[in-house]
């Protein structure tokens, strides 16, 4: 017998599915999504579809239009200023009081890693995967779990800002590197300096990604 708990569990592991698809990049900024198509290959009721819907809707990762359906959102230029804000505010925080021997230092130094890997391949989306799982162990230095999932949703939001710009390797491809020096610099113990340059590091990926969404045919036809 299915109890609304089952429901709920269900749905919840659904709507979590689709937002990592979202930060992995599978679902790009304005594509449509069809409730037939991804209920059958979810293998799930529209109902629940629909909660999951509702739900990232709410988080401002979809946008449902009347008799237009749902679509996967795209981020305004104010949007992406806050999420940066926001980052500043989270991680610089997060790394200059934490202490190099914590164990979020593995997620760091695992998602360095593949970044390396993934640049070595050519693989610029793997990347920019990798890239969000160093920020994201950064944010795990908190010990906060209310902060890791507000963090997680903040990065599903950044990731649409990153599947507006065309060229990925533009996009990822410098940070690779830097976050091996950010890294670098806090097992070292040097929390300040690794703080100022993570700071430096997001300024620097603002500009970036403004730049690049600033010239895209959104933006511009408006």
Same mark, same amino acid.
């Given at each position: 017998?299915?109890?609304?708990?089952?429901? #709920?569990? !269900?749905?919840?592991?659904?709507?979590?599915?689709?937002?990592?698809?979202?930060?992995?990049? &599978?679902?790009?900024?304005?594509?449509?999504?069809?409730?037939?198509? $991804?209920?059958? /290959? $979810?293998?799930? /009721?529209?109902?629940?579809? #629909?909660?999951?819907?509702?739900?990232?809707?709410? &988080?401002?990762? !979809?946008?449902?239009?009347?008799?237009?359906?749902? %679509?996967?959102?795209? @981020?305004?230029? =104010?949007?992406?200023?806050?999420?940066?804000?926001?980052? +500043?505010?989270?991680?610089?925080?997060?790394?200059?009081?934490?202490?190099? /021997?914590?164990?979020?230092?593995?997620?760091?130094?695992?998602?360095?890693? =593949?970044?390396?890997?993934?640049?070595?391949? *050519?693989?610029?989306? *793997?990347?920019?995967?990798?890239?969000?799982?160093?920020?994201? =162990?950064?944010?795990?230095?908190?010990? /906060?779990?209310?902060?890791?999932?507000?963090?997680?949703?903040?990065?599903?939001?950044?990731?649409?800002?990153?599947?507006?710009?065309?060229? =990925?390797?533009?996009?990822?491809? @410098?940070?690779?590197?830097?976050?091996?020096?950010?890294?670098?610099?806090?097992?070292?113990?040097? $929390?300040?300096?690794?703080?100022?340059? $993570?700071?430096?590091?997001?300024?620097?990926?603002?500009?970036?990604? !403004?730049?690049?969404? %600033? +010239?895209?045919?959104?933006? %511009?036809? +408006?």
């Amino acid at each position: 017998m299915t109890t609304t708990s089952d429901v #709920r569990n !269900l749905a919840d592991r659904v709507t979590e599915d689709i937002r990592h698809r979202i930060i992995q990049g &599978e679902f790009a900024p304005g594509q449509r999504l069809s409730e037939a198509a $991804l209920s059958e /290959s $979810l293998q799930i /009721s529209r109902n629940t579809l #629909r909660e999951t819907f509702r739900v990232l809707t709410k &988080e401002g990762l !979809l946008k449902h239009e009347p008799n237009r359906g749902v %679509s996967v959102a795209v @981020p305004s230029i =104010a949007s992406i200023i806050d999420i940066y804000r926001v980052r +500043r505010l989270i991680e610089c925080q997060a790394i200059a009081h934490a202490y190099p /021997s914590h164990p979020a230092r593995k997620h760091m130094r695992a998602a360095v890693q =593949a970044g390396l890997q993934c640049r070595d391949n *050519g693989d610029w989306q *793997g990347a920019g995967t990798a890239n969000m799982e160093f920020h994201m =162990a950064i944010v795990e230095l908190a010990d /906060s779990e209310r902060l890791n999932v507000m963090f997680a949703h903040l990065l599903a939001e950044l990731r649409l800002a990153f599947g507006m710009l065309q060229d =990925a390797e533009y996009l990822h491809g @410098p940070y690779v590197e830097m976050n091996q020096h950010i890294l670098q610099l806090f097992e070292a113990g040097k $929390l300040a300096e690794c703080a100022s340059a $993570l700071n430096d590091y997001l300024v620097q990926s603002e500009r970036i990604v !403004l730049s690049a969404c %600033s +010239r895209h045919p959104v933006f %511009s036809a +408006r």
